[in-house]
């Protein structure tokens, strides 16, 4: 029996999907159009014999062989980047110093690298985990080459998208009914700190801090503990945590706005400018 050769195309097509969740989001990376990406996948799938994505109420959901086949497209169009940085000369070598805060690494800076890494195994990548606060000078200073961040100022840095703050607590203890209401916070510089007590300024809402941490860790260990409420982003509220709102007697909390940073020391390097374009076609709010 003969079978079809997979095409390098449809490879790119399935990978770009899968990474992005939906045809409209991977087109741009394959430089096609949605209906040329929908249509790439129906001849791999065609090829293969077999269901490889099925279309969910917001992305794409891969089929048991769409996982058996994500390993090796995966691997085969590393092998073919190979090949051609090998005699094109044009592989990327250095090294990135990047900054994250802990809030942003999983849900934002993850799906990113894991679109980086592959294809520019020769570049040593650094990273340091800090609130936005602390990351920024390190830019300013050239001790960071990029920093993904949440920024109190419009000129700073690359706006990417508006990430959103809640307040949240622990079912098991209902803190929120306390008067005053006890607080976790950040570092005194933290926005996330001067966003919740500016919230509760504007209530008139009594509080007392109880608790400091610089870390993200520290902030969900005081809310589960029962000892405050906290603000935190969106992202890294953990699902057992429960959200707060008006009905808590909290008022509402103004998003951040996150921005990369790129140090003026690392314009001259590839490197750099490969992640710094990736982060912000990956990242970035349309419109």
């Not at 409209?24 to 293969?48: D, F, I, N, Y």
């Not at 690494?105 to 340091?128: C, D, M, N, Q």
Request: glycine share 6%; aromatic share 6%.
């Amino acid at each position: 029996m003969a079978y079809q050769d997979l095409q390098m195309d449809w490879l790119k097509c399935f990978i770009a999907v899968v990474d992005a969740g939906s045809l409209s989001a991977a087109a741009p990376e394959v430089h096609r159009s949605p209906s040329a990406v929908s249509m790439q996948l129906k001849k791999l799938e065609s090829a293969l014999g077999c269901r490889l994505l099925l279309r969910g109420p917001r992305q794409h959901q891969l089929t048991a062989e769409g996982q058996k086949l994500l390993g090796y497209a995966r691997r085969m169009l590393d092998v073919h980047a190979e090949a051609q940085a090998a005699f094109h000369g044009n592989e990327l070598t250095g090294r990135i110093r990047l900054g994250v805060p802990d809030d942003y690494a999983a849900k934002y800076l993850t799906p990113v690298l894991k679109r980086f890494a592959p294809h520019h195994g020769s570049v040593e990548i650094k990273l340091s985990c800090e609130q936005s606060t602390s990351l920024i000078p390190l830019v300013d200073a050239g001790e960071l080459d990029l920093a993904l961040v949440s920024r109190d100022h419009s000129s700073q840095g690359t706006l990417l998208f508006y990430e959103p703050m809640v307040w949240v607590g622990s079912p098991q203890f209902e803190v929120w009914r306390r008067d005053p209401l006890p607080i976790a916070v950040y570092e005194n510089a933290s926005l996330a700190r001067r966003s919740a007590i500016n919230s509760l300024a504007l209530q008139g809402r009594r509080y007392r801090v109880v608790y400091n941490s610089s870390s993200l860790a520290g902030q969900i260990a005081a809310v589960e503990s029962g000892l405050a409420v906290a603000v935190l982003t969106q992202c890294s509220a953990p699902p057992h945590l429960e959200i707060l709102g008006s009905e808590h007697s909290l008022g509402p909390l103004e998003p951040m706005e996150v921005s990369v940073f790129r140090s003026r020391a690392s314009k001259d390097s590839a490197a750099v400018d490969r992640l710094y374009d990736l982060l912000v076609k990956t990242l970035r709010i349309s419109g």
